[in-house]
């Protein structure tokens, strides 16, 4: 059975850090891509990064580059998102997901909806503010 579980979240201050992580169990997360998504109030769920089921070459949107590193350590089964330079726009819960058959980077850098992918974590919210 396919699981994923987030942790890390929490509130920080404008300008600081959180890294979040993403254990994951059910399948080799060798062989798939996977991805961290947000949705804060209101809005519609999107992609932030990615490591793509292709290539394993990490993808991340516009609005977190630079800022935002992707990771995963395959012996531990686990996906991190360091996170700096955090601004109040970042305040949203955060996803893992990954898709056996599609690329999560489709809904990261694709433009693709996130409808497509077939396993997503509970999610774990950040909020920026001071």
């Known amino acids: 059975q396919v699981k994923l579980v987030e942790s890390g979240g929490g509130l920080v201050q404008p300008g600081g850090s959180l890294r979040l992580s993403c254990a994951a169990s059910?399948?080799?997360?060798?062989?798939?891509?996977i991805g961290w998504f947000r949705q804060a109030p209101g809005k519609e769920r999107e992609g932030v990064s990615c490591?793509?089921?292709?290539?394993?070459?990490?993808n991340y949107a516009d609005s977190v580059k630079g800022r935002f590193t992707i990771s995963r350590d395959n012996a531990k089964r686990t996906v991190y998102l360091e996170m700096n330079s955090l601004k109040p726009e970042d305040t949203a819960v955060y996803y893992c997901?990954?898709?056996?058959?599609?690329?999560?980077?489709?809904?990261?850098?694709?433009?693709?909806?996130?409808?497509?992918?077939?396993?997503w974590g509970k999610g774990t919210l950040v909020t920026v503010s001071s």
């Open positions: 997901a990954t898709d056996f058959e599609a690329d999560p980077c489709n809904a990261v850098i694709g433009g693709w909806s996130v409808n497509y992918i077939d396993y």
């Open positions: 490591i793509s089921s292709k290539d394993g070459t990490p």
């Open positions: 059910g399948f080799d997360l060798h062989y798939f891509g």
